[in-house]
């Protein structure tokens, strides 16, 4: 059942998705669940306006001894403001007034949940990262990880290449006063789970590297995983990006508007080819949509590429 155009194309901010109404509760409860970069967001919360301003902290504090009458030092960090403009996503599928009776039996519950939730998930994810399947995009949101310039390089011909990269780019956030473990998140490309499974040490070659009883590669950071980064196994490439580490806090979301779900069986709607007459042709659309901003701030400071480029 292919996704179909947008029912708007002409900006970022209109438009959303159509699904069979019984499938509302299903994507309700767990779209947003189903994507990688959105899960690292640490400042997540709801908006009733379509732009959001709020202050932000630009560096860490710093504070410093001082004599009796003597002058006060200027912290190191500086206090401003952000703004994050709420946008929507769409996209339309079409069912028959037989392919609704068939969801209503459950018949067509794989299809569409594992299918449309999935479109959803992907193209909010790739317009976080800045990356549609390892390929490079523009986003519609304010901004996007891959446009950070902290990078430091992940070397796949080494079994502890991962374990590195990632101390690497926790030194970064830590030099720039990021340091707290715990607020960190890793988001990786897949295929990284297998080759920590496989990570043999090179002096007992059966003995694994990382598992139960053996090390954390990942130092105890959160993760997640995307599938518009670029692989595990992929070879080397000046754009290859296999994943980011982030200082959690600083990844905003604003929420404007939950999953909603409409019908309609009179509409006329276009599928990229021809005019669609719902109700001549015995056709249901449900529309599905959600509203919602994103942003990084002090981005080149907070996010860390680890990119597979040498």
């Not at 929507?88 to 299809?111: C, H, R, W, Y």
């Not at 976080?128 to 070397?155: H, P």
Request: charged share 20%.
């Amino acid at each position: 059942m292919p996704n179909q155009i947008p029912i708007s194309g002409a900006t970022p901010g209109a438009g959303g998705y159509i699904l069979p109404v019984e499938q509302g509760e299903i994507l309700t409860n767990g779209v947003l669940q189903e994507v990688g970069a959105l899960s690292l967001c640490g400042d997540s919360r709801s908006t009733s306006s379509r732009k959001t301003q709020f202050g932000i902290w630009l560096g860490a504090p710093t504070a410093a001894f001082v004599g009796e009458g003597a002058p006060k030092p200027v912290t190191g960090a500086e206090f401003g403001q952000t703004v994050m403009n709420v946008k929507k996503v769409a996209t339309i599928v079409l069912f028959t007034e037989e392919m609704i009776e068939d969801v209503q039996s459950g018949d067509l519950n794989p299809l569409v949940d594992a299918g449309v939730r999935t479109a959803i998930a992907d193209v909010i994810d790739a317009n976080i990262i800045g990356k549609d399947n390892g390929t490079d995009i523009t986003t519609n949101f304010d901004n996007m990880l891959r446009s950070t310039t902290a990078v430091v390089e992940y070397d796949q011909s080494k079994a502890d290449g991962l374990s590195r990269a990632v101390s690497a780019a926790m030194g970064v956030l830590e030099a720039n006063g990021y340091g707290n473990t715990a607020q960190m998140g890793l988001l990786l490309g897949t295929g990284f789970g297998q080759i920590l499974r496989d990570a043999r040490s090179s002096v007992d070659t059966t003995s694994p590297i990382y598992g139960p009883g053996g090390l954390d590669p990942t130092y105890g950071i959160s993760s997640a995983t995307s599938s518009n980064l670029s692989t595990a196994g992929a070879a080397a490439a000046a754009t290859n990006v296999v994943g980011f580490l982030v200082h959690k806090p600083n990844l905003h979301v604003r929420m404007r508007k939950d999953v909603t779900v409409a019908t309609s069986t009179e509409a006329t709607v276009n599928d990229g080819t021809a005019d669609r007459k719902l109700f001549q042709e015995d056709l249901t659309a449900v529309r599905y949509e959600t509203r919602l901003a994103f942003m990084a701030h002090d981005l080149n400071r907070a996010v860390v590429k680890l990119a597979n480029a040498a």
